[in-house]
């Protein structure tokens, strides 16, 4: 490939984008086979090797060998690749002023119910959308009814807490990488700071922080970094860009000052705030720039002077001032860290290099894409020591064409054990069963007693009130059957709240019957949470932090996992994986 990029800005996501608005406004006016026919075509253009606006400048008939791609699309990317849009996409665009994205982001509200309510009422936006849901307009309009417009509601509320925020997961390799670009000579240390250094399960924006004694030479690196879509600003100490759709902010700093720096840009906002008093108790005043005495001193040469610096340089100077040990990023929520750690009762957090195995993944036998023996040699070049294949058993929640029946289930342990018997690694068999609405298992069958290990986990009926799911949950950790309660809540993060549950109580009944609450690492899930952990815990738990990998790659998920638990001040004792196989073995029983 050569350097060329042109015309500079549109990208192959960029036209797909402009087909999918285009299939929603086709939709929102009742348009049928069309909208699909956009999307389908959007697809394919997203993920096509070369920049279509490239080849609509150079070959625009080429255009029509892309997969869905006939005459009229083609004519349509030949156009926005020449003018920068599609005349009749900006028409449609004219008659439907809508903000389709924030509507249809809340759930339940589609493209045609955007449609629908801006002919009825004039819809816009998330403000009018709520003001009608108020004033009980909407279950006025033909189709729809109060339960919908209660549900519009409530789904608005959600997708506002969602905002703009980015997966901990998709934003966190983008971190590395800048870490990664910043490592050159100008750069004497650098870290991410704010929620991403936090391990928070949205992230807002990237920020990070260099310690540098030449600013402009590191601001210069920084707008240079590959990922940059663009540069936002680019002052002398501080530089924004963004990256893949997120904010990354840059600062740069002294190194005296680096630690202060850290400390003060890590937040959160309520840690800091406390830690704070506490310098203020002591005079001391503590900001980005150090610790500072601030009673005022007799200098017989100076005279009087106040605001000796005692601290700043590491971070660890910073607590130290204060008479506290350094506390983990991941535990400053102010939930009691500040109080633990005055006391000298920190816990000594799980490492991310102390699992020794994931006791929840899925192979072709069910969603997953590789074979068992795939799944066991990746769990083995990982580094782990043992590995469970625990594909979907078919029942509430996953159908028959993904989970297994009770014969495919026994067919399965013969494969696992001629795998197992090969494998350099130790090798579980388990199952992914469902909890039913009513906290039972299923399958409810005899084959569940033949394996290693049973996760029970909620995959339906997920809108149930507190005191239901609270009491569905107890009753799928007292099952004796039950060794794993996967993804408690069966929350999707950005997309559907899940069960809300009285944690402590499902957590003393898991601790009663022997059974580990997951930590389901993958970005999504996140489930259960840092707070909800460190309320498990409490409450006398042993978590299980697992990937739910479906794929090779997503056994490095784990990372999340840890670094959610350590919000939750899991120790190592209180995790079941990074026991070791006997250990693990006598748990399951
Ligand atoms: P985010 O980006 O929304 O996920 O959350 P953070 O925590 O990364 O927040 P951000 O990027 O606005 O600021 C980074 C850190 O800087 C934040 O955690 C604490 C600190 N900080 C920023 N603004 C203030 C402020 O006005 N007061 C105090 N005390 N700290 C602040
Ligand atoms: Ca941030
Ligand atoms: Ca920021
Ligand atoms: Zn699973």
Known sequence: MTGERDPPGITNADVAAQFEAFADLLEAKDVEYKPRAYRRA????????????????????????????GEAIAEKIVEYAETGEIGELEELRAELPVDMAALTSVEGVGPKTVGSLYDALGITDLDDLEAAAREGKIQEVSGFGAKTEQNILEGIEFARQVGERHLLGEVRPLADDALAHLDVDAVQRVEVAGSIRRWQETIGDVDLLVATGDDAAVVDRFVEWPAADEVIEAGDQKASVRADGARVDLRAVDPSEFGAALQYFTGDVDHNVHLRNVAIDRDLKMNEYGVFDVTVVEDPDAGQRVGERIAGETEQSMYAALDLPW????????????????????????????????????TEWSDGNNTVAEMVQAAADFGYDYHAVTDHAAGAGTPPAIGLDSTEVREQIETVEAVAADAPIEVFHGVEANVTADGGLSPDADVLGELDLVIASPHAALGQDY??????????????????????????????????????RVARAAADHGVALEVNANPHRLDLWGDAVQRALDAGATIAIDTDAHSPPELAYVRYGVHTARRGWAEPADVLNARDVEGVREFLG
Not at 339 to 355: W, Y
Not at 470 to 497: C, F, K, N, Q, W
């Open 42 to 69: 959007a697809e394919n253009i997203r993920a096509h090797a070369r920049p279509v606006a490239e080849i609509a400048r150079e070959d625009p008939d080429a255009l029509q060998e892309i997969d869905r791609v």
């Open 327 to 362: 506390i983990p990023p991941e535990m400053r929520r102010d939930t009691g860290e500040i109080e633990a750690a005055a006391s000298g009762e920190l816990p000594a957090l799980i490492e991310e290099g102390e699992i020794r195995g994931d006791l929840h993944t899925h």
């Open 467 to 504: 005191e239901t799911a609270t009491e569905r949950l107890v009753g799928a950790v007292e099952d004796p059957r039950v060794d794993v309660l996967g993804h408690p809540s069966g929350r999707l993060i950005h997309d559907r709240p899940g069960l809300e549950f009285d944690v402590e």
